[in-house]
């Protein structure tokens, strides 16, 4: 069982950056696949980035050239995953989501929401023109 935590979210403008962040704690080593994923209110889950259990990240295409995503294990039970987001556009506006998988190893790309066992509650990020 994982707990997963985000935080900085909030307002921005666009063109600035934001970086949140997920404090992810349990047993970690079982789910050594993480990814951020976000949503906007009616409309589907997607996903933006994910660091794949070698540590290589992969990216969604539309994001590619603006997001950053890194993790620092901390010992046997924390991790915590980042996502930096530069150049916002309003259209980054959504619930933002850490997820974590025990079912997915390496990626070379985003894999969909249905393989992320575990997730966090979202913070919310607000891009205003």
């Known amino acids: 069982q994982l707990r997963l935590v985000e935080s900085g979210g909030g307002s921005a403008q666009a063109g600035g950056s934001l970086t949140l962040s997920c404090e992810i704690s349990g047993k970690i080593f079982r789910s050594c696949c993480v990814g951020w994923f976000r949503q906007v209110s009616g409309k589907e889950r997607e996903g933006v980035a994910a660091?794949?259990?070698?540590?290589?990240?992969?990216?969604?295409a539309a994001v590619k050239e603006r997001v950053t995503v890194s993790q620092d294990t901390q010992g046997n039970s924390k991790r915590i995953l980042t996502l930096q987001i530069k150049a916002l556009e309003p259209e980054d506006t959504a619930m933002y989501y850490c997820?974590?998988?025990?079912?997915?190893?390496?990626?070379?790309?985003?894999?969909?929401?249905?393989?992320?066992?575990?997730w966090g509650q979202g913070t919310q990020v607000t891009v205003s023109s």
């Open positions: 660091i794949g259990c070698d540590g290589v990240p992969a990216y969604a």
């Open positions: 997820a974590a998988s025990s079912r997915v190893n390496n990626v070379l790309s985003v894999p969909a929401a249905s393989w992320f066992d575990d």
